[in-house]
């Protein structure tokens, strides 16, 4: 079974600190994704990486960066946080284009 | 237009009837399509994956999918409570990028 993990299932942050969220998954996957998930909204794709280095936007990546050292890591930085951060992280991998597997989600709250 | 559309829901069945979930997309050319479950708190868990005309079964879950009228469905048979969660349409377009739909909302009631 294709295993995604995050670092943290909950967090609370304050306005302006810089928030590190961690992916790791142990398939050999060489792609993954950042989503977020807000009410409404649904899944929305932040940042994805196609292989170690390589990163490319997605349809909302301002205010966020990424890093992949790793194949298997794959990591979400808020620079700055501020309150509109606040929302479930999701983090996904596959190999190749087409299923997709979650990690359980960060609920990320900003205050 | 939104790329993948799905009716928001809340869809609610009895115990044992079939639910229906349905799906539609903008881009012909697109090639691959999933349905994922999503339990409320939870991440998405992929279900069923499609990729040609037609029915693909698996336990009570069949997709169906018409590329023609760019209409791909999920069927749950025997409907339980246990299904009842959000299901989110997800479709792998011609330009390579896979777009999730906002998810339609089922409860199965007992």
């Known amino acids: 079974d294709v295993k995604v993990t995050q670092s943290s299932r909950y967090l609370v942050k304050r306005t302006g600190e810089k928030v590190f969220l961690e992916c790791v998954q142990d398939?050999?996957?060489?792609?993954m994704f950042w989503y977020r998930q807000d009410p409404g909204l649904g899944l929305r794709l932040i940042y994805f990486s196609y292989d170690v280095k390589m990163k490319e936007k997605g349809d909302i990546p301002e205010g966020y960066s990424v890093s992949r050292e790793k194949k298997e890591r794959f990591s979400l930085i808020l620079e700055s946080a501020s309150t509109n951060q606040t929302s479930m992280y999701l983090c996904?991998?596959?190999?190749?284009?087409?299923?997709?597997?979650f990690g359980p989600g960060t609920r990320l709250t900003v205050t | 237009q939104k790329e993948v559309e799905q009716n928001s829901g809340p869809l609610s069945v009895p115990e044992g009837a079939i639910a229906s979930l349905n799906c539609t997309y903008s881009?012909?050319?697109?090639?691959?399509f999933f349905w994922y479950r999503q339990y409320s708190g939870k991440s998405p868990e992929l279900i069923m994956s499609i990729y040609s005309n037609g029915d693909k079964e698996d336990g009570r879950f069949t997709a169906q999918l018409n590329k023609a009228s760019q209409y791909v469905s999920l069927l749950i048979r025997d409907s339980q409570p246990s299904d009842s969660a959000t299901y989110l349409c997800a479709v792998r377009t011609s330009y390579d990028k896979v777009i999730f739909g906002p998810g339609t909302s089922l409860s199965v009631i007992p």
């Open positions: 881009d012909r050319g697109s090639q691959s």
């Open positions: 398939m050999d996957h060489e792609n």
């Open positions: 996904a991998s596959s190999s190749g284009l087409d299923e997709q597997y």
